[in-house]
């Protein structure tokens, strides 16, 4: 049995609460300021993103390593009628998720603080208010509230996509919207059906009788394998959507295209974490058998993931399309390394998240950076920036490499992990992964090569300018953490490994026994 | 029955009485002094719901059943009853502005709408099949009267002609299906009738089955159920819009507490019968809802058939609660109470922008850029759209989801697929409002008529609010849904 350290022994004060609504309680104060006072808007978007962030530290500071148990645990009866409770907590898997999304929280206001000049009070509002839902998917541990998290922050997405995006942004934004409800809807089928089993359980087996959404509770029972099976699709389309996986993938090149920069770098460096971690805590340790019995349906859709994404982003004239498509390579190597189901792949998973919402983030930001510019993404319009914007191009190589895996950088660390796990599970896959990765480096060096190398040829782009001071404070912390996993991952494989231990052991025992 | 018993029994329904007599006073002082101005009858009437409201009061937390056993003061009647009068009150509301736009005063729309309130009330009270027939009839007349209230619009007689000839006729099937379960039973009060269907093991009786079949259909027609709906968009798109608004809630909320009465009490037990009925008219009902309404253009039209759907969704409770009552019931009633919020709260939005002539507001494309022009418009009208479409933190959600948890627990998941499925769908209708009011440019004639709308923008607040409440901390109103459970049965 999975147990959990209150809050009480860990710091001492309701930290998860706080890091969790400080943003929407920002956002409410924000809707009291006169719209046309942008500046304030924005400082004061900073001041409560910032805030979170520094505070979201403490969860570092109290973190007791060398344990599963879930950390900072807080339980207040909420919605008692019906068993579900207002149950947070973090553990190794989840406790880096947090604090990149806290620290993309920052950075996001800052990138669109010349970008965005119009309705600049509802886009703040909107990220805090994404902020809040996202920061409560990861930490909640009661169904019924991961849900409601999960959700929640569709419209803000919705709307950022809708509002501030470019030219194809209404159809975008809708598909967005609708490819993700026709995944998590059905959701609800599967969360209902393994909340009843808990029930029939408890009865069967003479546990306390009772109705319960508390996700500690649920990995105690086994659910039999007629019920699992097809509630494991249900929540597997439900994740895979968000992945995005093959072929449900669609929806992602479009609404990156058509997103605003604060949008792709928000879709690509933390929503699409979601569906990955949800597996995690989800669909694995719940529905152990279904996942060894379909696992392989997952590991096949991730390796056409994979081949097919490099093999379309080689063609993308579009840079932004062209990091999308990488970026649906990349969550597929996750998801591989997730359902190997074994320890090396599931940490690897767990790394690579981390990692590709850093590198990926930033390589949106970047592309965005030069938008703001040029108000051109297309790869021929420019070639030789190296010579007119060396800081620029010193960056985006930078993240680049970490986006390749190359190693001394972060994404080394994740794939070389996947890789391993991959391999003790069919040579095919980790044969696939590695042309994968070729794939990736081979597109993103041409990538680099016909838009920083050479001689400029564009006029245009002798009058760019180089990165500015903001610019620059914004890719510094995500470069420190590309070189600091990079180089010296322990202290992020320390606290990722004893989870992924306790639910390796979870799912290859039975609930019952593992520890 | 003594004439002390039958004064005694009066206290039990003051109420009604006070709701009657106010509309009586209403018409006096309307009659008496023609060039009143509206709005003193309108303040008059809502002082009258008030003070209903304030005399339900004491009545919660007691039970009893006056009348011959034919009135029911219990948890579900007080329920109901605040909300009709809650519901009534704000189509009061919404009335006064709307009625300034087009212009058009008469002192008998609150007499109507007070009568209408009475007969939902009644049919809330009612456990006696005659009861709940009286009321539904109370509340029908005024409502084609209501219907037809703009003289001037040849769609709003339309509307009120179809109305009146539908609704006659579901009243005559309806009237013949109670006269058959009479005619079996030879009771009227619904425990009776539950009791003597056990006892006398008339389960599977021709003559009973065919009277439950005229239920069905008769109340069918009542809450618009497919294929029983026609009538319904019409009568929401002629309507003057708080009316439509009426409609589409308080006038649901008689039928829908009937079908609760009648079929998870009175003919429970014939459950195994009419439950397979029941859920091909749930899944029809929320089904072409659906798509119909993804095809209009006409905010109104939408949401008739939006509601259609709604009533769809509230139908496959009832069919849960053949095989559980608990989860049926309470999920039914929860959804309920949601539904009636946002959908009464979208129609108060639609008259908040509504403009000279009273048509202004009704089309999508008059929600343009609604978001730069009025942002708290616009963020209470996505807050109800929401939970229309069943997106957390929004009591939609709550309801939703319990439905289908449901539908689940009665091992109907086919049910609950195809109400999932309808949810996906209507995303398609509810997205699009959302869609033209925060991305698009406002059209230069959007302009929003602040003068004498301070109470609409305040009570539109209010409802958002709850309708997020409900999301975050619906505990409460699971509870409420709950007691009346118990009481119900």
Known sequence: MLGSISYKESIGFPLLSIVVFLPAIGALFLMLINSKRQTLLRCAALAVAGVDFVISLFLLVGFRQNTAKMQFVEKFAWFKAIGSSYHLGVDGISLFLVILTTLMGVLVVLACWRDITSQVKELMICLLLLQTGMLGTFVALDLLLFYVFWEAMLPPMYL???IWGSSRRI???????????????????????????????????????????????????????GIQAWVFWTLFVGFAVKVPMFPIHTWLPDAHTDAPT???????????????????????????????????????LSAIAIIYASWVAFNQEDMKKLIAYSSIGHMGYITMGIFVLNQQGISGGVIQMLNHGVSTGALFLMIGMIYERRHTRLITEYGGLFKQIPWYTTFFVIVMLSSMGAPGFNGFVGELLILMGTFKVSMTFGIVCILGILGCSAYLLWLFQRAMLGEITNPANHKLKDLNFREVMILVPLVIMIFWVGLYPKPFLD????????????????????? | MTAQQLWLDTLYILPEIIVTAVALLVFTWDFLRPKEQPVMLAAVSLLGLLIAMMFTVPQWGQEF????????????????????LSVTAFVIVISIPYFKKVDMWRGEYFVLLLFACVGILLV???????????????LAIPAYVLTAFMVHDERSSEAAMKYFLMGSLASAIMVYGISLVYGITGQLNIYAIQDYIVKAGVKS??????????????????????????????????????????IATAAKIAPMAAVLRVFVVAVHPLSGHWMPVMAILSALTMSLGNFLALKQENIKRMLAYSGITHIGYALMGIVAAGVSREMGVVSVVFYFIVYLISNVGAFGVIIYICKEGGRWGDNYND???LAKVSPLAAMVMSIFVMSMLGVPPTGGFMGKIWLFAAAIKTNMIWLAVVGVINAIISAYYYLRVMVMMYMHEPSPELMIEKEGAGLLAFMLFVMAAITVYMGINPGVFYDLAYKSLTTLL
């Open chain 1, 262 to 300: 604060v949008g792709s770098v928000i879709l690509a460096g933390i929503l699409l974490k979601m569906g990955t971690y949800g597996f995690i805590r989800f669909s694995l340790p719940l529905l152990p058998d279904a996942c060894r019995e379909y696992g392989h349906i997952a590991l096949i």
């Open chain 1, 495 to 515: 606290v990722i490994d004893p989870s992924v231990e306790n639910l390796v052991a979870m799912m290859r025992s039975g609930p019952s026994s593992a520890k």
């Open chain 2, 65 to 84: 059943i006056v009348f011959s056993k034919s009135i029911a003061v219990d948890y579900f009647s007080i329920c109901l009853k605040f909300l009709t």
């Open chain 2, 124 to 138: 809330g009270d009612g456990i006696s099949l005659v009861t709940i027939y009286l009321g539904l009839e109370l």
């Open chain 2, 367 to 369: 929600f343009k850029g």
């Open chain 1, 171 to 225: 159809y975008s934004t809708l598909k967005f919207f609708i490819f993700t409800i026709v995944g998590s809807f059905p959701m609800v089928l599967g969360i209902m059906a393994i909340y009843f089993n808990y029930h029939n359980y408890a009865i069967a087996y003479n546990i306390h009788p009772e109705y319960t959404f508390d996700l500690l509770k649920l990995y105690q029972v086994n659910i039999p394998m």
């Open chain 1, 160 to 162: 950022i996509i809708g």
């Open chain 2, 205 to 246: 009786d021709p003559a009973l089955l065919v009277g439950v079949i005229l239920l069905i259909a008769g109340f069918g027609f009542k809450i618009g159920a497919v294929p029983f709906h026609m009538w319904l968009p019409d009568v929401y798109e002629g309507a003057p819009t708080p009316i439509t608004a009426y």
